[in-house]
Nanobody
Framework: QVHLVESGGGSVQAGGSLRLSCAVS????????MAWFRQPPGEEREGVAA????????YYGAFVRGRFTISVDSAKNTVYLQMNSLKPEDTAIYYC????????????????WGQGTQVTVSS
């Protein structure tokens, strides 16, 4: 059974940083897509970042604009999202996901999801 567990969310002031972690169990393989999505209050879920754990290719949502970095520790089966220069509009529940056939930022293409972690950015 596949489990994804996010951690690292919290409250931070604008301009601050947070590092999210997602530990994956039960889903092995050297080449897979790990992704972060977010869902702001009252809005649709949107893609933040994705990484192909085989080749290392990364993908980012346009709103990231160089502020976030996705990385993976394959030995720990853990994916990270380093978020810098946070803005109030980054406030959302952040989810990690995997199981897509190809790496992308379309949430409907991902099979396995974590429970989410809240990120709140105050001005």
């Amino acid at each position: 059974q596949v489990h994804l567990v996010e951690s690292g969310g919290g409250s931070v002031q604008a301009g601050g940083s947070l590092r999210l972690s997602c530990a994956v169990s039960g889903y092995t393989g050297s080449r897979k897509c790990m992704a972060w999505f977010r869902q702001p209050p009252g809005e649709e879920r949107e893609g933040v970042a994705a990484i192909n754990t085989g080749g290392g290719s990364t993908y980012y949502g346009a709103f990231v604009r160089g502020r976030f970095t996705i990385s993976v520790d394959s030995a720990k089966n853990t994916v990270y999202l380093q978020m810098n220069s946070l803005k109030p509009e980054d406030t959302a529940i952040y989810y990690c996901a995997t199981g897509a056939r190809s790496c992308n930022l379309y949430p409907e293409r991902f099979t396995y999801w974590g429970q989410g972690t809240q990120v709140t950015v105050s001005s």
